[in-house]
Each structure stands twice: as structure tokens, then as C-alpha cells.
């Protein structure tokens, strides 16, 4: 049975016919690469590589950037996608979002015209995986606190430290890696074979299951004195990279919830108890109203983000709220939805439980809800509650 | 090698249909398209052909204006140019007058090959291509599910009752598509971008000197009968074995 979206505001009306386009190919995509595979690789824990020159050859893997091999699609556009992705599974959108906003992105802004000609077309074909290493064991939320550091040589850099939760670790080739130095925090384009770099799988998720969470080990790595991205100094850079990311998530979650929400409808209207299906008891009708209310406003949001992201107006606070409120609904979405389920619910046959736990990671991954919350308190009150 | 393809837009085959009150058709308002499978298969054949052959794919359809957004798939998927004969609503027309409007653009662009879907997962007719055939006068090979080039002849796998069938039909023909010819492509980013720039030929039904009078005339849509309720039998054997007979005349 085909999915069907909620577009109660009829916002597909604001949608360019390329837009649609876009975002009807991803769907497409999605229905027959990761629908039938997916319950299984989240069950066993591994990320379907099959799908990555799928989404290579769609030209999916940066692709709101422009030129060295990339299609340079608009924010809108780019965002349908990342909902698409995820309608599938979180874990298949943040591969994408790593290797688009997080390893792409800022070779793409901040590198030297020769290291984007030497990494960014093979990225996008797929050929080199990336990673993005910024949080540390220590040091989520105030990654200003970071231990990993670089000392500059007369002819090259050395790096030692540790990274944590960063997704395509262990399969990627490339790895951004955010060190501080004398002159203040630096990125490094660091290559995963380079002495003394090694990836830890980190096993035992309940969450993104279908996704490669690494933990990264820099043992005094030697890279090259043009290793370092030289277009930014200061933790704004790596900021500028989550704010990318963010903005991928928080289209990316209505995805998730509005898959969640078409199998919780379809299953209510079926599904007979006493003498009705459960869709006719006003409790059931109460979640599904929400559901449907809380997606509808998060899509009225993504889509002003994004129409605001092609006018070069979107603030990083915007995006704070964005992917605040968006992830937030798809946790509850996804609550609802598996309670709509009943025992079904807990089952891989059906797709709530797996968008269920993915959610948790998506909930306190690329800034926390609660210090979005602070992001947005000091946009408000001009007093920052976090230092 | 130059081939036409087509790109039928059908209905979503999962919305639900509802037939209007007079029961001439069925409600098309906030109806949502998709391009029929099997012209899906066609094009992707087009395209895999193109690769290897050179020359020119372009994609063609009947219909309102709005059937440009199913070429522009197709265009997005590779293909080089687009042709809508407009002047048409979907209703007003049958096998017969799509062969036809066809054929004149064969006549027009004089392609080595028209790839077709066998048929139409909304109409099931599944004689535009036969007919096409017949009004060229050329060779047709039907429900393809592999094609060869060799030199002036297509060779072509069709799957046939009980097995398959191995032919070679001389070029100019007509192949239609059968579902296991190939997997279509999905459309890529750049495909769609590009597609926006390929251009789409808008001609007029008229200016084609056609006559449009259809030679199959719909008389009513009916809807499927719904289906009724199950019996339980708490009975035995003896009980069941009457019912089938008696109610059922099953046996």
C-alpha cells in the first residue's frame, strides 16, 4: 500500500513542479531500496551499503551544494529531500546529512579551491565516505571544552584526541576533525588510513540501530601542513556545519512522523475492537488529531525555514526552533502512533518502534532540546543561561 | 538511432476512485497522476538503448497541458526531448484515435524504433501498439521482456504463454514494454534540474488533420460489486457439505 502524506494546509500548492519532482523520485527511492530492507537492518544492527550509490547516482549526497559534481538544488528542495530519507529510517537521513552538511559542507565553505577538487566529486559520487568529528566524550553540549588538539610542526600537523557518537565513522574514508590549537579551533581534513587514526564501532544501541556510531581515536596523526581548512578559525565553523545539519533534521523528522502517522491511521481504520475499528472511539481520534495538527504546523515551519534559507534570512535561531519543535513532535508522534498500535507496536513487521527509538537519538543529537531551549532563551531575553 | 517512447499518465492506482453521478466517468477532481508503469519500462529501454547506440530519445504523450509534468519525468530520467498532442482530455479517447494521433507523429519524426508500454494500467486495453503497427505498416514485436540491436533488426525476447519466444523484427518497428524488460531508473537530481531546460513540443490535435471520432463509445462505468459478508458454521461435516451444495453451488 502506498504511502500517503498529510498535506492538510495543501502546501503542495507552494511546492514548485521540480520541487515535487524531487521529492516524488526520493519517495519512489525510498519505497523500494529501504522499505523492505529496513526492519531487518535495524533489528540486526547494520547500515544497508547498498543503498549508498543508490543515493549516489540520485545525486543525493550534497546536494544543495553547487558544482564539483554536485546538483545545487534549492533549500526547499533539499529539505523534501531529508524528509523522504527519513520517512524511510533516521539512521538512512543522517548518513546523508553527514556526508552533505557535515563532511561536504565544510570542505565546500571553509577549504582551499584544492581541497575541494580533491574530496568533494568523489563525495559525491559515494566513492569517499565522511565523517564529522566535533563531540568528545567529555564535551557535547559545550564542545568549546574539547581535549583534541593540534600542534603545528614545520612541516605538518599533529592531532591527538578522542571523538565520540559520530556516525559513518567506521565506513568512511575522510574525517573532518575539529581540534583546538594556538591560534584557536581548526578543521582538518584528516584521511581514516592516516597512522595512528582508528574507529571503535559503538555497539549496543537501541537507537539508529541501521546507522555506524563510531568512536574516533587520534593518536598522535600526522597530516600535512595543507590538511587544516583554512577558510575559518573558531568554533564557528563547526557551528556553521550543525546549523546545515539542523536544518536537514528538522525537515527530516516530519518524515519520520508522517510515516508513523499514515501507518497509525491506516492501522486504526482496520483494526476492530468491540464492535468498530478503533478509529471510531474518541481516544484514538484524539491522537490521531494530534498527530495530524503537530505535523501540519511543523511542515508550515520547514517550509517558511526554507523559502527564508533561499533568501539568505535564516538565523541560526530559526533554526533552533525548527529542529526544537520538530523533533520534539515526531518523539510524541511517534508515542502516539505506538500506542495506536497496540501490542502490534513493538513489532519490526510495523515501522512506529523503530521510528520510536530512533527519535531518542535524534531528540539529543546536533543539540539537545533542552539546549535549543536555551538558544532560544537567550535570543529572547539576550541572557545566555548556559555559561 | 532515434526512438520514440511513450509516457501515459494513469491514475495513482492506490487513491480511491469514485464514478461521477451519471456514471460517465470517474471523478477526476484533486486526482492525483503517476506515469503508467509499463511506459516506464519503455523508457528506461529507450534510454539503455541510447546509451549504447547514440542518437535521440523523445517522449511523447496525448493529453491536457498538465500531462507535461509526466514527460518531464521521463525527461528527467534522460531523455532528450518531449512531444504533447494537446486538444485531448483523457476521456476523449480510445485504442483507436491514440494509434492514430501516433502514427502521425511516426509519420513526423520518422524514429527507428516506437517503444510503447503494452498497456495501460488504468485502461488495460493493451492495443495501441498492435494498432500503431498496423496503421505504419511496419513490424511490432509485443510484451518485450528483452531487446537486442543487431545491424537492421531488433532482436526481441517476448514471454508467451508457457515460455519465451525469440524474434527479429526489421527496423522500423514497434517493441511494447513488458514489466520484467528492465527496472526503471530512478530520476536523479541533476536529471530533474536539466529536465527543466529540455523542451516539450505542444501541437495541436487539430493542426494533425485527424479525425477525432472514437470508435469505441463507453456506455457506463459501474462500481465492483462490494463484496458480502462470511458465514461461520458451528455445524459438522454433513451441515458444511449441503450448504455447498444447496447455498453455494460450489458442488
Redesign the interface.
Known amino acids: ?2 504511502f500517503e502524506a498529510v498535506d492538510f494546509w495543501g502546501l503542495d500548492a507552494e511546492l514548485s ?2 520541487e515535487i ?2 521529492r516524488n ?1 526520493v519517495r ?2 525510498v519505497d523500494r531500496e529501504v522499505l523492505p530492507i529496513i526492519g531487518k537492518c535495524f533489528e540486526e544492527g547494520h547500515f544497508p551499503m547498498h543503498v549508498i550509490p ?1 543515493v549516489a ?4 549526497l550534497g ?1 544543495n551544494l553547487h558544482g564539483y559534481g554536485c ?3 534549492g533549500e526547499v ?1 533539499y529539505g523534501l ?1 531529508m524528509q523522504e530519507l527519513e520517512r524511510g529510517d533516521s539512521g538512512i537521513r543522517s548518513f546523508v546529512s553527514v556526508q552533505g552538511s557535515l563532511a561536504m559542507y565544510p570542505i565546500y565553505t571553509f577549504g582551499s579551491d584544492e581541497q575541494r577538487q580533491k574530496w568533494l566529486p568523489g563525495m559525491a559520487k559515494g566513492e569517499i565516505i565522511g565523517c564529522f568529528g566535533l563531540t568528545e566524550p567529555d564535551f557535547g553540549s559545550n564542545p568549546a571544552g574539547m581535549r583534541t588538539y593540534a600542534v603545528k610542526a614545520s612541516d605538518r600537523w599533529v592531532i591527538t584526541g578522542n571523538k565520540m557518537w559520530i556516525t559513518n565513522g567506521n565506513i568512511a574514508q575522510v574525517a573532518v576533525i575539529w581540534a583546538g590549537t594556538e591560534d584557536g579551533f581548526r578543521g582538518f581534513i584528516v584521511p581514516t588510513d592516516t597512522p595512528g587514526f582508528r574507529a571503535r564501532l559503538v555497539e549496543h544501541k537501541f537507537s539508529l540501530r541501521a546507522s555506524v556510531t563510531s568512536e574516533l581515536i587520534l593518536d598522535n596523526v600526522e597530516v600535512p601542513l595543507d590538511a587544516v581548512l583554512p577558510g575559518v578559525v573558531g568554533l564557528k565553523g563547526a557551528l556553521a556545519c550543525l546549523s546545515a545539519a539542523r536544518y536537514g533534521i528538522s525537515w527530516g523528522v516530519v518524515g519520520s512522523a508522517m510515516a508513523v502517522y499514515d501507518e497509525a491511521l491506516r492501522y486504526a481504520k482496520e483494526r476492530v475492537q468491540f464492535s468498530k475499528p478503533i478509529a471510531g472511539y474518541q481516544l484514538v481520534q484524539e491522537k490521531l488529531v494530534e498527530m495530524l495538527t503537530e505535523i501540519s504546523k511543523a511542515q508550515l515551519v520547514n517550509l517558511r525555514m526554507g523559502r527564508m534559507k533561499e533568501r539568505g534570512l535564516l538565523r541560526p535561531h530559526h533554526i533552533s526552533f525548527a529542529k526544537r519543535n520538530n523533533v520534539a513532535m515526531a518523539r510524541r508522534t511517534a508515542q502516539l502512533g505506538r500506542e495506536i498500535l497496540g501490542a502490534n507496536g513493538i513489532m519490526y513487521d510495523y515501522q512506529v518502534g523503530r521510528h520510536l527509538c530512533n527519535i531518542e537519538t535524534v531528540y539529543t543529537y546536533e543539540g539537545t532540546h533542552d539546549i535549543h531551549t536555551l538558544v532560544l532563551g537567550k535570543e529572547i531575553t539576550k541572557i545566555a543561561a548556559f555559561e | 538511432m532515434k526512438i520514440l517512447v511513450t509516457a501515459k499518465r494513469v491514475t ?1 492506482p ?1 487513491a480511491k476512485i469514485k464514478l461521477k453521478s451519471d456514471k460517465s466517468g470517474i471523478q477526476t477532481d484533486g486526482l492525483e497522476y503517476k506515469p503508467n508503469p509499463f511506459c516506464e519500462n519503455a523508457i528506461e529501454e529507450a534510454l539503455r538503448l541510447n546509451e549504447t547506440h547514440g542518437g535521440e530519445v523523445v517522449v511523447v504523450s496525448i493529453g491536457p497541458s498538465d500531462v507535461q ?1 509526466t514527460i ?2 521521463a525527461l ?1 530520467m534522460g531523455a532528450h526531448r518531449g512531444i504533447l498532442v494537446t486538444g485531448l482530455d483523457d476521456h476523449q479517447m480510445d485504442s483507436d484515435l491514440v494509434a492514430r494521433v501516433f502514427a502521425e507523429l511516426y509519420k513526423r519524426e520518422r524514429p527507428d524504433l516506437f517503444l510503447l508500454g503494452k498497456q495501460a494500467i488504468d485502461g488495460d486495453s493493451n492495443q495501441v501498439g498492435q494498432l500503431l503497427a498496423e496503421y505504419l505498416e511496419i513490424g511490432q514485436a509485443c510484451f518485450a521482456s528483452k531487446v537486442e540491436i543487431h545491424g537492421s533488426e531488433a532482436i526481441v525476447t517476448r514471454e508467451v504463454d508457457g515460455g519465451l519466444e525469440k524474434i527479429a523484427v526489421g527496423m522500423p518497428a514497434v517493441i511494447t514494454a513488458d514489466l520484467r524488460l528492465n527496472e526503471p531508473r ?8 536539466k ?2 531546460k529540455k523542451s516539450i513540443d505542444e501541437i495541436d490535435i487539430r493542426s494533425l488533420g485527424i479525425d477525432t471520432h472514437l470508435k469505441v463509445e463507453t456506455v457506463a462505468y459501474e462500481e465492483p460489486k462490494t463484496r458480502g459478508g462470511g458465514v461461520t458454521f458451528v455445524g459438522g461435516v454433513d451441515e458444511l457439505v449441503g450448504k455447498l451444495k444447496s447455498e453455494a453451488k460450489a458442488i
Open positions: 500500500m502506498d513542479e521540480e519532482q524531487i523520485a519512489a527511492m543508490v547516482e540520485m545525486g543525493l546536494a546538483p545545487g538544488i528542495a529531500v | 495513482d492506490n509534468a518531464r519525468t528527467a530512478y530520476a536523479s537530481l541533476p536529471g530533474i534540474v529536465a527543466r
